[in-house]
């Protein structure tokens, strides 16, 4: 399924159309972005949590000399489904 897709079977399940879905689910991705760039987390009970995980500076190594280079610290966003939302799939 893709965006589009996405969009017009929610406007269908919720009764809106297409553009009122898509100006709300833009909203949504929009506040999520602004609040994990802010270090906050979002905890939405029941579905799923979205945060920013921090990956230290670590040592790698390069494949092609095997020289040993340093990998520099990253922030990555991460997505954990909560408990009552996966056993829906088992």
Known sequence: MNKGEFISAVAE???LTNKQTAAAFEAMVNVIESTLKADEKIALAGFATFEIK???????INPLTKEKIKIAASKTPVVK????FKDKFN
């Open 13 to 15: 399940n919720a009764g």
């Open 81 to 84: 489904f909560g408990k009552a």
């Open 54 to 60: 921090e990956k230290p500076e670590r040592e790698g």
